[in-house]
């Protein structure tokens, strides 16, 4: 078989280093994904007429913003439960999937045997002509996140918040009052739950049908659920039940009492007792946490706090900075951390928009859980996938009331010097309620960075690669929106970044620069019991921008990809953001470079072709995705 040597360069191979012989990636399937806005809608009154109702959001106001950071038109996350335990069948991604219409492609999710992948894998076996650098041997300890303190890292026991999602996602589907019959212990969270377990090894990997799972929901099934009330298995008995959505409708919808024999009054109030905050939170007389409440459990808090209280804990509030602002987000330097404060279920609009409902804010902290657990922290040097490209989530706030004087004062400095784009934010009142997200500093974004010279400039490419293809195999993760405002840099001292993908220990080159992805608005992830995604089909603005600007051209690839269905598993969305960042360092960065540099810049962007001639060669239908442009970055 014919090699690609010479396509990827050696000069990409020798930034990146591993331990062992380099193996093939194994294809990717995606996970979840919920959506951010970035760019400016081009056609707002289109957009939103378009838009559906319900859960969607749609822009009413006026806005100051017109940058292309802005928001588009709706937002809204269509995110789905994912029985585990679910066999994983990559869907295809083959070139013709645009022309055959969405009723042809998404006829395929069903009843396909699994591609077969061996041609693949024997391409990259045969691919003898690694000239790799031989780096000392990677550190021991591969969990060490590159920024922000290490001993603030709060633990967050993901695989119960993904319960309580999930029920309530079931219940506000079918009715509280029936769900809640057959599946109130849930709440309780996992005995057996830790922050690190859900996503770096994923149980269910994206299923064709997420809710048409083969084996069936009976009464047996439904009497592991309840029995557990005196068992704390009970989240771990959840999670390998295959979920029928139809069946559970069905079940519902009959004479559910009798499941529930076996139960007394002395269990219940046994489960109460174990996390009060249920009795406090949800009847266990039928109502299931509402996402405010479920918030609040994720912030372990009792009740909203102010946002003054929130930044006390980083610094003194005359010494709030702010840094940036989103369409949704003011981010202000708080000590170490940047603490993204973000105005959710309110009524006014805010930036012209409306605000983010806590339902949407609680998919995106789930989101960031799962990709914090990617870092490895310490005592975790056996996890498959470990990178630090993204920015790492400290902690969460659910917070209430009018902006802090320090806050204010902070926005107008920055006003004075930025012209903010934002509404001032003295017009929240005291009813106003936030979440606060924690961040490590990633520094400045590649849009205002100034980036020295070339070896940054491919440091900055391969650590994106590498981070988009740990996501891909830790959690099915694509990105979806990776404009250069999403990318952040930093200058410090560290020459390498280490990284473990599929369990090889590798190590890349930085030149001292450091990459922190951000803004998982778009993103579509799988949590192992969850994908998370954003149905940008509802977004028509989104796919509306100037034809030739690379970040609206970048979407309308993407749409033509997914034929719409993004729900779906289409790592070849990361390799397009990789395509155009590509074309961000060669068209609107300047830093020092020759022509033989900007050569290989483009032979970056050869690498897709290469694979997918390679792959037309041996008949598949397998996507690219991030991993396998890393691996042929080694050629
Ligand atoms: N962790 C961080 N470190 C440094 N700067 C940050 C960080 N997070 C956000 N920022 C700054 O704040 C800006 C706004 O953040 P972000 O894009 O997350 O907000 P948003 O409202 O969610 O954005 P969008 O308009 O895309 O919805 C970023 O462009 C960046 O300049």
Redesign the pocket.
């Known amino acids: 078989m014919a090699s690609p040597k010479g396509v990827g360069s050696d000069l990409w191979a020798e930034i990146i280093s591993q331990e062992e012989e380099p193996q093939p990636i194994t294809q990717i399937a995606v996970v979840y994904g919920r959506r ?3 760019v400016e809608d081009p056609n707002p009154k289109d957009a939103a007429t378009n838009r559906p109702s319900g859960e969607r959001r749609v822009s009413l106001g006026p806005s100051k913003r017109t940058s292309w ?3 588009l038109s709706t937002r809204g996350r269509e995110s789905i439960v994912v029985a585990a335990g679910m066999n994983f069948r990559p869907r295809p991604r083959q070139k013709g999937a645009t022309q055959k219409g969405k009723q042809g492609s998404r006829a395929k999710k069903a009843g396909q045997d699994p591609p077969d992948f061996t041609k693949e894998k024997n391409y990259f076996q045969e691919v003898d002509s690694f000239e790799l650098l031989e780096e000392s041997p990677s550190p021991r300890n591969f969990g060490t996140w590159a920024m922000g303190t290490k001993h603030d890292i709060i633990v967050h026991d993901l695989p119960a918040i993904l319960e309580r999602w999930r029920i309530s996602k079931l219940a506000s589907r079918h009715g509280s009052q029936q769900l809640f019959k057959i599946m109130e212990t849930p709440f309780v969270p996992s005995v057996h739950s830790t922050a690190s377990s859900a996503s770096n090894d994923l149980a269910a990997k994206t299923p064709e049908r997420v809710f048409r799972t083969k084996a069936p929901l009976n009464v047996t099934s439904h009497k592991k659920i309840l029995t557990p009330l005196v068992d704390n298995s009970i989240v771990s008995s959840f999670d390998a039940l295959h979920i029928d959505e139809e069946e559970v409708a069905n079940i519902m919808s009959e004479d559910v009492e009798t499941l529930r024999e076996g139960l007394d009054s002395d269990k219940l109030e046994e489960a109460t007792q174990m996390d009060p905050s249920i009795s406090q939170r949800a009847s266990l007389t039928g109502e299931y946490l509402s996402t405010f409440d479920q918030l609040i459990m994720v912030c372990q808090q009792s009740s909203p706090i102010s946002l003054g209280e929130v930044f006390s804990r980083y610094c003194e509030l005359s010494c709030i900075v702010k ?9 202000f ?1 708080a000590g170490e951390t ?1 603490c ?1 404060v ?1 105005p959710i279920d309110g009524d006014l609009l805010v930036n012209g928009e409306v605000q983010k409902k806590s339902e949407e804010v609680l998919e995106e902290v789930m989101l960031s859980l799962t990709l914090n657990n990617l870092k490895g922290t310490r005592g975790e040097t056996n996890k498959e996938n470990t990178c630090t490209g993204f ?1 790492e989530t400290k902690d969460f706030y659910v917070c209430q009331g009018a902006y802090d004087a320090g806050l204010i004062s902070a926005w107008e400095d920055w006003d004075a010097r930025h012209s903010s784009e934002n509404d001032h934010p003295k017009e929240f009142t005291e009813k106003q309620c936030y979440i606060v ?1 924690v ?7 590649l849009e ?1 960075f100034v980036l020295l010279n070339y070896d940054e400039a491919r440091s900055l490419l391969v650590q994106v690669t590498v981070a988009l293809a740990v996501a891909e195999s830790g959690c099915e993760f694509e990105h979806r ?1 990776l404009h250069w ?2 990318i ?1 840099l930093k200058r410090n001292n560290d020459t390498m970044t280490d990284f473990t993908l599929q369990g090889k220990k590798m190590r890349a080159k930085t030149f001292g620069l450091t990459i ?1 992805i ?2 998982f ?1 778009l993103s579509r992830i799988n949590t192992g019991e969850a994908i998370l995604f954003l149905d940008l089909s509802a977004d028509p603005g989104l796919f509306e921008g100037p034809k030739g600007d690379k970040q609206f051209d970048t979407y309308r690839k993407m749409k033509d990809l997914t034929d719409d269905c993004w729900e779906g598993s289409f790592p070849k969305t990361n390799v397009l953001w990789l395509i155009y960042l590509v074309d961000i360092l060669l068209m609107k960065k300047s830093f020092k470079r020759t022509a033989k540099d900007e050569r290989d810049l483009r032979s970056f962007k050869k690498l897709t072709r290469v694979y997918e001639d390679q792959a037309r060669l041996n008949g598949s239908s397998a996507g690219i995705s991030a991993g396998n442009i890393l691996c042929l970055l080694y050629t």
């Open positions: 951010r806005r970035t950071n802005r928001s840094i940036g602002e989103g369409t949704y987000g003011e981010a330097k940047v993204k973000v920015i997200f961040l490590a500093d990633g520094g400045k974004d205002s929106d405002g999403n952040l922190s951000i803004d608005t």
